[in-house]
């Protein structure tokens, strides 16, 4: 570790001095993406310092939706995965799609939906639960995972992104330091992976300083509801997809 200063951004620049610690690879967020990277650099040189942070309070804390898996990805990252107890279990055999309305609902065939609507071959699966088990994974690698640890700025040197500050608490509305400010760290890398989901506040940042997004199609985003129901168990079909 060192104590030495670095210039980060403008809200963070008059901060006190904070500590470093330094990794081959800073990656924010502990969801499937940013796991998964860190799992397939430990597989290509076990000798990578690689370090994820999460702002959850564990893995999987900001991840509670369910999900239909394809499990293509998981075959190529970890192809024993059944053998590891992956919780990953509980295949696809019904698809039901429905138009609902006031009436009621109507069954839409499944043969004029594409492709891509097929869940056959895929599994029903908990997230949180999923990358809960890929942070094991991960750790048995040596990778480091700190939870509870959000990524309030990015570190800066010059144009390049290389690091970003981890563990600040107790800033003003203004961004100032309050009376309760906690500096956190600076978490210091050859290569900074911002693996923070839709709309993450420092890929932000980094899409307005590169204006990475002139000449691109704007991104395109749709609201979901998701409720938790108890039914009848003698209702429950654990293997059916309804869309």
């Keep these: 570790m060192s ?19 330094d990794y081959d690879v800073v990656i924010v967020g502990a969801g499937p993406a940013g796991l998964s990277a860190a799992i397939r650099l430990k597989q290509l040189d076990a000798n ?35 053998a590891r107890g992956a919780p990953v279990t509980v295949p ?46 991960a750790e048995a690698l040596g990778v480091e995972i700190f939870p509870g640890m959000s990524a309030s700025a990015l570190v800066w040197r010059g144009a390049r992104v290389a690091g970003v500050v981890a563990g600040e608490f107790g800033l003003n ?30 890929s932000k940042q980094v899409i307005a300083k590169y204006d990475l997004s002139r000449g691109r199609e704007p991104q395109k985003y749709g609201l979901g509801m998701k409720e938790i129901w108890e039914i009848d168990p003698e209702k429950h079909r654990a293997d059916a997809a309804l869309l």
């Design 92 to 137: 696809v055999r019904r698809d039901n799609f429905f138009l609902l309305g006031p009436a009621g609902q109507i069954r839409i065939p499944n043969w004029p939906m594409p492709k891509l609507m097929s869940n056959h071959g895929n599994y029903i699966v908990s997230m949180a639960n999923v990358c809960r088990w890929l942070a094991g994974q």
């Design 3 to 21: 104590d030495a200063p670095h210039t980060t951004d403008a809200v963070t620049a008059a901060a006190p001095a904070r500590e470093q610690m």
């Design 48 to 82: 990578l310092s690689v370090v994820v942070i999460e702002k959850g309070s564990e893995v999987g804390a900001h991840i509670l939706s369910g999900a239909v898996l394809d499990p293509s990805g998981l075959d190529a990252l970890i192809p024993d995965w059944k």
């Design 173 to 202: 509305p203004d961004g100032t330091p309050g009376p309760s400010y906690e500096p956190g760290l600076e978490l210091i890398g050859k290569y900074v992976f911002l693996a923070e989901g839709v709309r993450g506040s420092l």
